[in-house]
C-alpha cells in the first residue's frame, strides 16, 4: 500500500495548488467558475498514470496479462470474442508497439485517467476534492481491475457536454464507441432520456421508490431481467453468486446526494447544469442499492460514479462560507478513514510493480 498512499499524497497536493494557482474561466461552456492550473493538473495525471500503469497486479490484472501473452489478435479472433473495440487496441498494441503486456496496462491507465481529469478538470468546482474521492472512494483501484468496463466509462463521460446540452446524436455517438469495449455502455442510451429532468422533481421520487421495490422483490426482478438477457453475453451473470455489496458501500454513495438534497436550492443558484449530474449521480446510488443483492449491479454503477465525482467537488460550497471549511476538511477525513478500512482491514491490497520499487 505504500506507492498507493504516496499516490494519493502526491495527486491531492499537485491538484490542491493546481487550484491554488487557478485562473478565471473564459469558456462559458465550462461549469466551473475557475480553471486549475494546467501543468499542476498535468502532475496529478503522470501520478496517477504512473501507478495504475507500471502495476503487475490488482484484481484481474493478471488475467489481462496472460490474455495479451497467449494470443494473437487476428481479426479472426478479435470477431470471435466480445467488445471488439479492445480487441483492436491490443492488436495495434501488440503487432505496433510491443509485445510487452505492461505497454498495454499503461496505454489503458493513460486513456482511463487523462479522460476522466480532463473532465473533472472542466466541470469540478474544487478538482482536488474529486480526484482525492476517485482515490479514496475506490473507483481508481476499480479501474486497475475492470480494465474495460472503465476504459468505457471513461470514454462516456466525454459525453457530458452532449448530455448538459441536449445533443442527443453525438451522446449517442460517444456511447456507441465506448461499447466497443465494454458493452454495457449501450445502457446509457436510455438514461439519456431518464436523466433529462430537474433534479428532485416527481420523477425523481419515482426513481427512488422504484428502486426500493426492486431491492424488496429482488427475486422477481431478477428473474424478469436475466431471462431478457440470457441470450446475450451477460446472459452468465444470472448464475453470479457472489454476494451483494456491502451497506457501507451504499452508504459512502448516498453521502453526495444527501448534501446535494438539503442545499438543492443553493446549488441549482452556483451550477445551472447540476441536474443532470445530480440525476446521474442518484442513478449510481440506486444501481448500488440493488447491488446489495447482487454485486453485479456495482459494475453498472460505475459508469454514475464518476458524476458523483464532480458532485461532491460543489458540496462544501453549498454551506455558509463559515462552515465550508468544516465540510471540507470532514470529507477529506472521512473518505480518508474509508479508504483505509476499506483497502487495508477489508481487502488487504498489495500493490506490486515490476519497475516501480519502494
Known sequence: ???????????????????????????????????????LILGSIVTLVLISGLRSNIGDTFNYINIYNDNEFTWEYILSEKDIGFGILQMLLKNFVSQDPQVMIFTTALITNVLIIIVLYNYSRMVELSLYVYITGGLFLVSMNGIRQVLAAAITFTAIKYLING????????????????????????????????AWSKATIALVISSVFIV?????????????????QYGGYASFAEGGANNLRVAVESVPIILAFIGREKLKQIF???????????????????????????????????????LISWIPKLF???????????????????????????????YKSDYLIW
Not at 471540507?328 to 477489508?346: D, P, W
Open 167 to 198: 445533443n442527443w446524436w453525438k451522446y449517442a455517438f460517444v456511447v456507441v464507441i465506448a461499447s466497443f469495449f465494454h458493452q454495457s455502455a449501450l445502457i446509457l442510451l436510455p438514461i439519456y432520456f431518464l436523466v433529462r429532468f430537474k
Open 272 to 310: 445551472p447544469n447540476s441536474d443532470y449530474i445530480v440525476n446521474m449521480a442518484l442513478i449510481g446510488l440506486i444501481f448500488m442499492m440493488i447491488s446489495t443483492q447482487n454485486w453485479i449491479f456495482a459494475r453498472v454503477s460505475i459508469y454514475f460514479q464518476l458524476y458523483s465525482l464532480i
Open 1 to 39: 500500500m505504500t506507492l498507493l498512499w504516496i499516490n494519493l499524497s502526491l495527486v491531492f497536493t499537485y491538484s490542491l495548488f493546481s487550484r491554488y494557482f487557478a485562473t478565471p474561466a473564459l469558456d462559458s461552456g465550462l461549469s466551473a467558475s475557475i480553471k486549475p492550473n494546467k501543468v
Open 216 to 232: 424488496i422483490g429482488y427475486d422477481q426482478f431478477s428473474k424478469l431481467l436475466f431471462t431478457a438477457i440470457e441470450d446475450t
Open 320 to 350: 455558509r462560507e463559515k462552515d465550508q471549511k468544516i465540510i471540507y476538511f470532514g470529507i477529506i477525513v472521512c473518505y480518508l478513514v474509508y479508504y483505509y478500512y476499506e483497502n487495508v482491514i477489508n481487502l488487504n491490497i498489495l
